[in-house]
């Protein structure tokens, strides 16, 4: 049988090399000086059990058992092991803040401070002035101070464990009362009812869907009644036969019955909108002023910095909040302070914010800037694509995303990617997808109406040389 499998240019199992052969093999050696011999005997093993079964099944082409071809398949699997999972991509969906792209990126002021903290040791909770320990949160207290208005602050690591924070502290086993209206559901199924639950205080729902009356909440505080809570509808809209509360008029019930009101506002933003050309969005100095005890927002998303939940309001208040024992689960590290610091410092000039807080920069980026570029990229893309597509330079519509105003759209300018062939066009359209998310720098695009959309609002004209380079040959 082996003579047969010989004279076929087939080896048998036992014409496979070795292990120890392989690994005193000039081919190998590339691989274990980078990825060390643990990982390459245990690739060679892998290998070296699928070709002997195979010659066991029927035989294995002799070429395959050479050193050098080995070496090449356990390096290729080897390289695919260590590729990071965590990758950049190009986000060319139209949506800025998109929570699966992972929403805000940080200005350079913010990434040259994150890589400080990563490569030395930080003050991070030592008092340079006393010498002694101290506390994470004063590394930004002081700043959310000055730019809310709020009396104290601190942070944790989401917008829902700040909220979660808020009710276990100060609500534990009480009542809050909530306008039906704003029992918001997020993505990633985060409710508003469960997380009450979680957090052991009871939900009294006040109004109907759509209609919420200052009576309402009046008529809902008994002596079990820890706080009156609004909750920022972030991710819809209710049109039409509507009534709802404002926070003043519902601030003003809580107080006269001597309760906090407090406010999830959601995205969170700390400057007026309308001043860049963006749609009005309640700021957190507005949602304080108006009468607001305790708010929280998240830090990544209109604000443009890191993840992180922030609560801001009376001293009281974000005292008792700090002492509670999920606080310390919850508390955000070095890297998040790091990052989130620089983003505030930068409102502090709010001349330079459309041009140094990158995601301001990319909402407000004009159509006139963006269309010469859909057109420069539209031979690139179509010569990636090949003849089987049409290419087209059009305008169209981006969203700020992740909650934040979610029914209002920022002109813009992308490339429309359509079938040029016979028959339906969705196979051909998933396929093109498909290979444009296996680019060394995937590109993220969506597919609607019969065509693949490319927004390129998120991509900066500095970005633009390495996009276009990786479009130089035909896509496979």
């Not at 029992?183 to 209609?211: C, H, Q, S, W, Y």
């Not at 809570?229 to 039409?240: D, I, L, P």
């Not at 108006?290 to 910095?305: C, E, I, P, R």
Request: charged share 25%; hydrophobic share 45%; net charge neutral.
């Amino acid at each position: 049988m082996a003579d047969q499998l010989s004279g076929a240019g087939l080896a048998a199992a036992s014409d496979i090399p070795s292990l120890d052969r392989l690994l005193n093999a000039e081919a190998l050696r590339p691989a274990l000086a980078t990825h060390g011999r643990t990982q390459v005997v245990a690739a060679l093993r892998r290998d070296l059990e699928a070709l002997r079964k195979r010659a066991l099944d029927g035989g294995v082409p002799r070429h395959e058992l050479d050193a050098a071809a080995v070496a090449a398949r356990t390096s290729a699997a080897l390289d695919e092991a260590a590729r990071p999972r965590l990758r950049a991509v190009y986000n060319l969906t139209g949506t800025v803040l998109h929570t699966n792209l992972g929403r805000a990126l940080l200005p350079d002021e913010a990434v040259a401070s994150v890589l400080r903290a990563l490569t030395s040791p930080a003050n991070l909770e030592f008092d340079l002035d006393t010498g002694g320990r101290g506390d994470r949160d004063d590394l930004i207290d002081d700043l959310l101070c000055e730019l809310t208005g709020a009396e104290a602050a601190t942070v944790v690591n989401n917008n829902a464990a700040a909220v979660l924070l808020m009710l276990n502290a100060l609500a534990d086993r009480r009542e809050v009362v909530v306008s039906r209206g704003e029992l918001v559901e997020i993505g990633g199924a985060f409710r508003i009812p469960d997380i009450m639950k979680r957090a052991g205080a009871k939900l009294v729902e006040v109004g109907t869907t759509n209609r919420t009356h200052a009576a309402d909440y009046e008529n809902a505080i008994g002596p079990r009644t820890a706080m009156l809570m609004k909750v920022h509808c972030s991710n819809y809209a209710v049109t039409g036969f509507t009534k709802s509360v404002g926070v003043a008029d519902v601030a003003a019930l809580a107080h006269a019955r001597g309760l906090p009101a407090t406010v999830d506002l959601g995205s969170g933003t700390l400057v007026d909108l309308t001043q860049f050309g963006l749609p009005k969005e309640d700021t957190v100095r507005e949602t304080i002023a108006a009468g607001a005890d305790l708010v929280t927002f998240s830090g990544d998303k209109l604000l443009g910095g890191p993840q992180a939940g922030l609560l801001v309001g009376r001293a009281d208040l974000i005292r008792k909040i700090k002492k509670n024992p999920l606080k310390r689960a919850l508390r955000v590290g070095k890297l998040t302070l790091a990052a989130l610091e620089p983003v505030l410092q930068l409102y502090r000039a709010p001349e330079f914010l459309a041009q140094r807080l990158t995601t301001l920069r990319l909402l407000t980026r004009p159509m006139r800037d963006i269309q010469p570029q859909a057109e420069r990229l539209r031979g690139v893309l179509a010569h990636a694509a090949g003849p089987s597509y049409a290419v087209e330079a059009v305008p169209m519509f981006s969203q700020i995303g992740s909650g934040a105003l979610p029914i209002d759209q920022l002109p813009s300018y992308g490339l429309a990617v359509r079938y040029a062939g016979s028959g339906r066009p969705g196979r051909h359209l998933d396929r093109l997808e498909t290979q444009l998310r296996r680019l060394p720098v995937p590109v993220i695009g969506r597919i609607a109406d019969d065509a693949l959309w490319l927004d390129l609002r998120c991509l900066e004209d500095r970005d633009e040389a390495a996009f276009t380079a990786q479009l130089a040959e035909p896509l496979a």
